[in-house]
């Protein structure tokens, strides 16, 4: 099986732009979450889509959104782009919503740097 | 509150030994705890798992001990070798069917040296 793919990989912004993400979870996955890993702040949990529905959604501004699709695949969006936006973007896939022995399986992330 | 302690921040072992990283957590609602391995320009990698109800759990080199009245759990990694060389995180998964949100550890940057 594939495994979890992110596009693009690496992206520069300016402030104030927005910025759309993809994440296309392993094949069979329903679950989707969005992770922001940074130097300072560590692994922080964004939020989680199963289904089409946010699932569970972290300590973040509004300005961080995302969405699915009926075919799981989903898209991460930060409008008004900031300096501490700079991160490296995870995506995880699972199959259920955190059920068992479900497992979270990570994309290699989209580098994000905001000049 | 929900968070997850990780020791040490930085590890280094020579060849052969082992290697040793603790992790602590606070929320008793915690149902799965993951360890991930990560190399630099990627992203984290599943390296083994425990419920809680199991004391210990070992697959390959890599062994988990938990400890569920102390709140504590701990990798072991049997054999280090250079290749084990990266930064490992410890996880912990809310409650059972409550959403795949994973709390992190800040982290263990892991060198072995020859």
């Known amino acids: 099986k594939a495994g979890v793919t992110q596009t693009p990989r690496y992206l520069i912004k300016t402030r104030g732009q927005q910025v759309t993400l993809s994440c296309s979870p392993i094949?069979?996955?329903?679950?989707v979450s969005w992770y922001q890993q940074t130097p300072g702040q560590g692994l922080q949990f964004l939020f989680e889509?199963?289904?089409?529905?946010?699932?569970n959604k972290g300590n973040f501004p509004g300005r961080f959104s995302g969405r699915q699709f009926s075919n799981s695949r989903s898209e991460m969006n930060v409008s008004t782009l900031e300096l501490g936006d700079s991160a490296l973007y995870l995506c995880?896939?699972?199959?259920?919503?955190?059920?068992?022995?479900?497992?979270?399986?990570f994309g290699p992330g989209t580098r994000l740097t905001v000049l | 509150q929900q968070q997850v302690k990780q020791s040490p921040q930085s590890l280094i072992v020579q060849k052969g030994g082992i290697s040793i990283i603790n992790c602590a957590y606070e929320?008793?609602?915690?149902?799965?705890f993951p360890w991930y391995q990560q190399f630099p320009g990627k992203g984290p990698a599943l390296l083994i798992a425990?419920?809680?109800?199991?004391s210990e759990k070992k697959e390959g080199r890599f062994t988990i001990s938990f400890n569920k009245s102390a709140k504590q759990f701990s990798l072991h990694i049997m054999d280090s070798q250079p290749g084990d060389s990266a930064t490992y995180f410890c996880?912990?998964?809310?409650?059972?069917?409550?959403?795949?949100?994973?709390?992190f550890g800040t982290g263990t940057q892991l060198k072995v040296e020859l």
């Open positions: 889509y199963f289904s089409e529905t946010q699932r």
């Open positions: 929320n008793t609602a915690f149902d799965y």
């Open positions: 425990i419920r809680p109800d199991v």
């Open positions: 094949s069979g996955h329903r679950s």
């Open positions: 996880a912990a998964r809310g409650l059972t069917g409550g959403g795949n949100k994973l709390t």
């Open positions: 995880a896939s699972s199959p259920t919503t955190g059920f068992g022995t479900d497992t979270q399986y």
